[in-house]
Structure formats: structure tokens, C-alpha cells
T-cell receptor, first 107, second 114 residues
């Protein structure tokens, strides 16, 4: 099956800092999504981004499907950005998740 | 508002018991999924269903069962054969329309064996 790897596994930021999270995947995929899991476990859809670049406020994402990676950018981080960020890719009928990047933003 | 409702939020099971987790969606999505998440880990696929009355095993289906009698509902039963059921369970559905794409997740059920 498709392998999905995320890096770094953990990230500690000072409030206001910028950061980049990476997602590598092993095969061609139908779609790619980035999620934020809050402390209560809820998965919030950030981006549906099989290719190209999208922006939503302080967050943006870029997927280069031909090179099998995606990047999530967090700018001017806030404490509410803390949580786990997951990349998930769909190959066929299955959505496969990476191991996540745990982000802690300190005030 | 459309969405996915999972219940209960917390569930305690005695050893040897079967328990059923509920997942209901009003998004008119055809495909529904069950995932398991262990502490500090990613999500692993248990079962999925593309249409009513049809479902397929995911990566960790042993000890679980599902049914899909209605488009809106996809309940998961954790059977006594599942030796380590304590985990966080998430249900999702998939939209593939022009304005309704990507996966939507419910808020999850935390299952604990006591």
C-alpha cells in the first residue's frame, strides 16, 4: 500500500514564528488532505490539495504530485495552532494517514 | 448544518463484551469509513463502505464488524475477539461532488476496557 511519511515528528515554536511541515508519499494518489487534530481529538479539514497551492489565512499548502510531496506552511503561529497535523492521501478507495507532526506553540 | 455524528463520546466496556459505536451522516455521502487511533499514533483503517449493503475490510479489521443498511448510518461493533480495543475511534465520510469533496470526520468515540 501507499506509504506516507511526515516530518518533523515534533515541532516547538515560539508564538509568531513561521514553520513548514512536510509530507512525502510513495505512489500516485487521487487526493491529498491536511488535517489539524485539536486537543479534544476532532480532525479539522485544512486543505484538500491534490496539486498546486492553496491559502487560507495564515496557513497555506503546496502539493507537487509529480515529486510526491506536500508542504504545509504556518505563518505567524499562534498558541491555538498547537495540536497534531496529519497529511492523508487517497489511493483507490482508501485514505492513508501519515504519522503526524505534533506542534506546540509557546506564548 | 450537515455533518457526522458519533455516539457515545465515551464508552466503557467490560472484558468479553461486544459494544457498538454509532456513526450517522446527513451529508448524502456514499462512502463511509471507520478509523482507529492509538495514543500518539496516526489513524488506521478498520472498515469502509462505498455503497449501501456493501463494505470492505481495511488494514486492521480483525475483531470488528460493521453493517451498512442505510446510506446515513455505518455502525461499528467491537467484538470480544478484539484483544486490545482501548482506543479513539473516528468515523468519516467522503464527498466527491463538485462542491462536496474530501473527507469529513466525526468527533470520535473514546473506548476504554475496564
Amino acid at each position: 500500500g501507499i506509504q506516507v511519511e511526515q516530518s518533523p515528528p515534533d515541532l516547538i515554536l515560539q508564538e509568531g514564528a513561521n514553520s513548514t511541515l512536510r509530507c512525502n508519499f510513495s505512489d500516485s494518489v487521487n487526493n491529498l488532505q491536511w488535517f489539524h487534530q485539536n486537543p479534544w481529538g476532532q480532525l479539522i479539514n485544512l486543505f484538500y490539495i491534490p496539486s498546486g497551492t492553496k491559502q487560507n489565512g495564515r496557513l497555506s499548502a503546496t502539493t507537487v504530485a509529480t515529486e510526491r510531496y506536500s508542504l504545509l506552511y504556518i505563518s505567524s503561529s499562534q498558541t491555538t495552532d498547537s495540536g497534531v497535523y496529519f497529511c492523508a492521501v487517497r489511493g483507490g478507495n482508501k485514505l492513508t494517514f501519515g504519522g503526524g507532526t505534533r506542534v506546540l506553540v509557546k506564548p | 448544518d450537515g455533518g457526522i455524528t458519533q455516539s457515545p463520546k465515551y464508552l466503557f466496556r467490560k472484558e468479553g463484551q461486544n459494544v457498538t459505536l454509532s456513526c450517522e451522516q446527513n451529508l448524502n455521502h456514499d462512502a463511509m469509513y471507520w478509523y482507529r487511533q492509538d495514543p500518539g499514533q496516526g489513524l488506521r483503517l478498520i472498515y469502509y463502505s462505498q455503497i449501501v449493503n456493501d463494505f470492505q475490510k481495511g488494514d486492521i479489521a480483525e475483531g470488528y464488524s460493521v453493517s451498512r443498511e442505510k446510506k446515513e448510518s455505518f455502525p461499528l461493533t467491537v467484538t470480544s475477539a478484539q484483544k486490545n480495543p482501548t482506543a479513539f475511534y473516528l468515523c468519516a465520510s467522503l464527498g466527491d461532488g463538485a462542491h462536496n469533496y474530501g473527507y469529513t470526520f466525526g468527533s470520535g468515540t473514546r473506548l476504554t476496557v475496564v
